[in-house]
T-cell receptor
Framework: NAGVTQTPKFRVLKTGQSMTLLCAQDMNHEYMYWYRQDPGMGLRLIHYSVGEGTTAKGEVPDGYNVSRLKKQNFLLGLESAAPSQTSVYFC??????????????FGPGTRLTVL | GDSVTQMEGPVTLSEEAFLTINCTYTATGYPSLFWYVQYPGEGLQLLLKATKADDKGSNKGFEATYRKETTSFHLEKGSVQVSDSAVYFCALRGGGYNKLIFGAGTRLAVHP
């Protein structure tokens, strides 16, 4: 099992450019999440998905869109990148929604710089 | 809203020293509590968890006890190693929500 993988690992964009980050998991998990990690702020939830074809907003959704066309994939899109979106992006997945013992499994991250 | 507060880092220790990283939380209801660890260049990994008051989570020599009376979940290890150098995140998961709320993270550096 590869677990949770993210593509690409690094990316540099100019302001106004668009891009898509891909997250894939091979654990048959129902739930998937996108977080951003900024210095001194921990991780903040951008969007999440409770299953194929569904998405929902998290804590900081503005400027991002997501899609979950296949159960194993969760895409994060930036339509018009801004310097404030410079961050490290983590994808995670989990199996069960309501279990108190639910564990989220994280990918290795994508470091995005917007100039 | 729910929140997690961790002690600021970095924490610098010599090998075999005792480690405590403080974590307190604010939440309604009875959240589950977690410690995640992030090694350099990697994603977060679950280190340990506790789901109810007085539960003790443990893994790889690390321990944390869910203290409802003090709303705390402090991470401890009796003898740290250089390989424990990482960033440690305390997190909570509230009832009815399917998201984790993270603290800001505490960087630990262990020197030989």
């Amino acid at each position: 099992n590869a677990g949770v993988t993210q593509t690409p690992k690094f990316r540099v964009l100019k302001t106004g450019q668009s891009m898509t980050l891909l997250c894939a998991q091979d654990m048959n998990h129902e739930y998937m999440y996108w977080y951003r990690q900024d210095p001194g702020m921990g991780l903040r939830l951008i969007h999440y998905s409770v299953g194929e074809g569904t998405t929902a907003k998290g804590e900081v959704p503005d400027g991002y869109n997501v899609s979950r066309l296949k159960k194993q994939n969760f895409l994060l899109g930036l339509e018009s990148a801004a310097p404030s979106q410079t961050s490290v992006y983590f994808c995670a997945s989990s199996m069960i929604r309501d279990s108190r013992t639910d564990t989220q499994y994280f990918g290795p991250g994508t470091r995005l710089t917007v100039l | 809203g729910d929140s997690v507060t961790q002690m600021e880092g970095p924490v610098t220790l010599s090998e075999e020293a005792f480690l405590t990283i403080n974590c307190t939380y604010t939440a309604t209801g009875y959240p589950s509590l977690f410690w995640y660890v992030q090694y350099p260049g990697e994603g977060l990994q679950l280190l340990l968890k506790a789901t109810k008051a007085d539960d003790k989570g443990s893994n790889k020599g690390f321990e944390a006890t869910y203290r409802k009376e003090t709303t705390s979940f402090h991470l401890e290890k009796g003898s740290v190693q250089v390989s424990d150098s990482a960033v440690y995140f305390c997190a909570l998961r509230g009832g009815g929500y399917n998201k984790l709320i993270f603290g800001a993270g505490t960087r630990l550096a262990v020197h030989p």
